[in-house]
């Protein structure tokens, strides 16, 4: 490890336990004094308490933004306003955009909206518009007031866009030329800036009227003559560029492919009207995976791990109201067969392994689709073909596993003919599995909604009343 | 959409169709002649037939080698294997790193040794060790002879570090300068260069050993007079760099809350030997959040859509092994129970309703622990404060969803004592899925295990078991 360095990637741990740390001294004094075990001695306890506050406020403004988001979102409650207190004010923006959606709930709560008016004016047009959803509709109001044209339309078409489209990842930084100046015009150009955009890998050739004529890479500018005209290096084509309108996940696969850093954005008339960056596309990639394995365990958006018990419950119930739903029908689905279960009561410990293996196997085969429909690769057409392999697949599973379980079955009970339901019952189930699982997320896609969301709970009630339902059903015709 | 361009996002479909429509036209003339339908004047048929692979081969051509790897994924074998054919030699290489594991390996069958070799040495060091795992021993072995004695040893530590290190992401193209030259001095320096290496957004600057002295951006390249000196420009401080025995996902952290383009890799000594850049760690990102999504549903890999159906048996069969190996003990301890259920059925029905929600809510727990634990914000000693208040949102969900479910019991089967096991059953059993979320993954973090593999499994195995055996406990010690 590199120690000499201020931001190393371990750095941050490190950052958090020093404040940890800063925070447990301080407490120490609080709790003293509080209990009266320490003399009030005013001047004393003053000047202690003052001395380790300004050595954590002195801690807090040496460190990047994101890695207080980081340390503010590690810290409960109480600790968390503590430290939020002591960050300086002109930094509380760029902090709000760093933190978790749940964490910037409760610091937002307890700011006045003056405090937050201040925040929200410090930064840029498309950071205001991630922020503005979580902000009083007064202070929103008061920011737009201040704002000049420019940056009102900025605002406005930012907060236009659907969450998951390219408008609404797009910031408005980038630096344009024109194609028939040369290279030194634009060096001397460019040494007229304080500073590029973050994340400048290329300027944008434009015409008069802004429309994008070729892109001129840094590296094309630095490497070639600078007696050359822009239009003579400048890059055609292939020039990747998006519509506002476009699906996130799709630029975001774009990215990716062709590893870009940044890419411009143009509008119906290929004017450029905004930039696309891969930091954007890389918290759009992570919030996405986030939120499909959220979405995986039933909960709604990240949480905060000092949420209290009730915000969390809240978190929590719909899922848990669904599966209960689920539960409550394949129970039904039981009771109907009472009868059976009570003259050959082996049925009610066998009947879960023929449904839980179903879900199991349905889940394998969801997940599966589920990814292949996300990168494309899969049209409608393909689904038969899809349905004939799985449900090979799940016949091969449905003997073998299925004929396993019969003959232990068999061994357990000493009863050949429930040794054959099960296995009939297993096999049976896995092929409504297969069928299941690359039918719901076809459907869905078909359908225009997401794949990927809430498959997992409909394949599993699929397969526990069904599996119930088969094997009981099985059981009563033939054994009974 | 812009069409005007070759790389629109949407366009890898639209080639995807492309390619399709050629192959279903060629294949509609191999089957007419297959079929002796069309007389076999091979004149004709070869005119046609090579006009096809000739615009099939253009296109393909014209392609981005990731576009390729794309089209490649997505059909299925025979046409697969066609496609990569007509896939110029010189470019099979780059185009095996893009594919996935799965279609790399049905390519690399098919290659000729000598094939494999050109391919391999068309690549640098870094890319050769990604590849090296899928390649025959031999082959490896001849293009290491090729290497010069810099690459071998590139090479060599390349391939020398853990899969999830930054070594193992590095790459060695980087540009180095030292720091008592002028800007001007390193602008010439610059245009000697044909082109740069990708994602170059800052150079490193080095001393005569190689020592990192400070990096300097190209940024600050362009905006400053070219007559200053890199040390009065440089950035000495934070300089953000990683060791090759760091671990790879840190690093990915680092990348996305610094929002970086490149940053050096230096050895214990502070000397450079290589780069990270933000497209190895996008990759990587992509490839952790797949894993974790796979190994959710218990697919060892990625699988490719068209793999055979004993492929796909063999991906996913260890698993259902092990879930058939859980749900085995949970009917085992419902076996011991069955005088219970005997006696009073309405047990076999209501018990999966306990089981089942008590998994639910487990893996919600533990889903947010591992995510929590992922960022670091977890210590150890944050266990007790988190297990409270996962105990106590336990509780809540315990007596409302219990509560609701007993009187649900009550009505159904008109037993008051029925209704109340349920609901203390229901308690009970999410207070275990509660301490076993909390538990497990801490426990595998404290053992040094990744606490987000296998959590899921051993949550529900232990709220099914467990809760069976809790509900037919309960009932049978205050029913029967």
């Keep these: 490890m590199t120690q000499q360095e201020e931001h190393h990637p371990d750095d941050v741990q490190q950052h958090l336990r020093e404040v940890q740390e800063l925070l447990a001294r301080h407490r120490v004094v609080e709790d003293l004094v509080h209990r009266q075990e320490m003399p009030r001695h005013e001047l004393v306890e003053g000047l202690v308490h003052k001395q380790h506050v300004a050595e954590l406020q002195n801690r807090l403004d040496r460190l990047h933004p994101a890695d207080i988001a980081y340390i503010l979102e590690a810290l409960p409650h109480d600790e968390r306003l503590f430290v939020w207190d002591l960050v300086k004010a002109e930094r509380d923006g760029e902090i709000l955009l760093e933190v978790s959606d749940a964490v910037r709930e409760s610091l937002i709560e307890t700011m006045h909206p003056d405090e937050?008016?201040?925040?929200?004016?410090?930064?840029?047009?498309?950071?205001?518009?991630?922020?503005?959803?979580?902000?009083?509709?007064?202070?929103?109001?008061?920011?737009?007031?201040?704002?000049?044209?420019?940056?009102?339309?900025?605002?406005?078409?930012?907060?236009?866009?659907?969450?998951?489209?390219?408008?609404?990842?797009?910031?408005?930084?980038?630096?344009?030329?024109?194609?028939?100046v040369t290279l030194e015009v634009v060096l001397r150009y460019l040494r007229r800036f304080e500073e590029l955009p973050d994340h400048t890998d290329k300027l944008f050739v434009v015409d008069r009227d802004d429309h994008l004529k070729g892109i001129l890479t840094l590296e094309s500018l630095l490497i070639n003559d600078p007696e050359k005209e822009v239009a003579e290096v400048m890059r055609t084509e292939p020039v990747i560029s998006f519509e506002p309108g476009d699906d996130a996940d799709d630029a975001a696969q774009a990215f990716e492919r062709y590893d870009l850093i940044s890419a411009p954005v143009v509008d119906g008339e290929h004017r450029v009207i905004g930039r696309l960056t891969v930091a954007d596309v890389v918290d759009f990639i992570r919030e996405e995976s986030e939120a499909e394995i959220l979405s995986h365990a039933g909960l709604r958006e990240e949480e905060d791990i000092f949420a209290s018990v009730w915000d969390s419950v809240k978190n929590r119930w719909s899922w848990l109201a669904v599966n209960l739903v689920t539960a409550f029908i394949a129970s039904r689905v039981i009771g109907a067969f009472e009868d059976s279960i009570e003259k050959l009561v082996?049925?009610?410990?066998?009947?879960?392994?023929?449904?839980?293996?179903?879900?199991?196997?349905?889940?394998?085969?969801?997940?599966?689709?589920?990814?292949?429909?996300?990168?494309?690769?899969?049209?409608?057409?393909?689904?038969?073909?899809?349905?004939?392999?799985?449900?090979?697949?799940?016949?091969?599973?449905?003997?073998?596993?299925?004929?396993?379980?019969?003959?232990?079955?068999?061994?357990?009970?000493?009863?050949?003919?429930?040794?054959?339901?099960?296995?009939?019952?297993?096999?049976?189930?896995?092929?409504?599995?297969?069928?299941?699982?690359?039918?719901?997320?076809?459907?869905?896609?078909?359908?225009?909604?997401?794949?990927?969301?809430?498959?997992?709970?409909?394949?599993?009630?699929?397969?526990?009343?069904?599996?119930?339902?088969?094997?009981?059903?099985?059981?009563?015709?033939?054994?009974?």
């Design 116 to 180: 937050l008016k201040a925040a929200a004016e410090s930064l840029d047009a498309d950071e205001l518009a991630d922020l503005a959803p979580d902000l009083p509709p007064e202070v929103i109001q008061d920011v737009f007031q201040s704002l000049d044209s420019e940056g009102r339309e900025q605002l406005r078409a930012a907060m236009s866009y659907p969450e998951d489209s390219v408008g609404a990842l797009m910031d408005f930084d980038m630096v344009t030329v024109r194609e028939d």
């Design 346 to 480: 082996a049925l009610a410990a066998l009947m879960p392994i023929v449904a839980g293996i179903g879900g199991n196997s349905g889940n394998q085969t969801t997940t599966m689709i589920v990814r292949a429909i996300a990168m494309g690769q899969v049209e409608q057409s393909a689904m038969k073909r899809l349905m004939k392999k799985e449900l090979g697949v799940a016949l091969v599973n449905g003997l073998l596993w299925g004929g396993l379980l019969g003959v232990i079955a068999w061994w357990l009970y000493d009863n050949v003919p429930l040794g054959i339901v099960m296995t009939a019952a297993m096999t049976l189930n896995l092929l409504l599995a297969a069928t299941a699982g690359v039918a719901i997320p076809m459907l869905r896609e078909r359908l225009g909604a997401d794949p990927a969301m809430g498959g997992s709970v409909m394949i599993t009630a699929l397969t526990d009343s069904g599996g119930f339902f088969i094997f009981l059903g099985l059981a009563t015709i033939f054994l009974l």
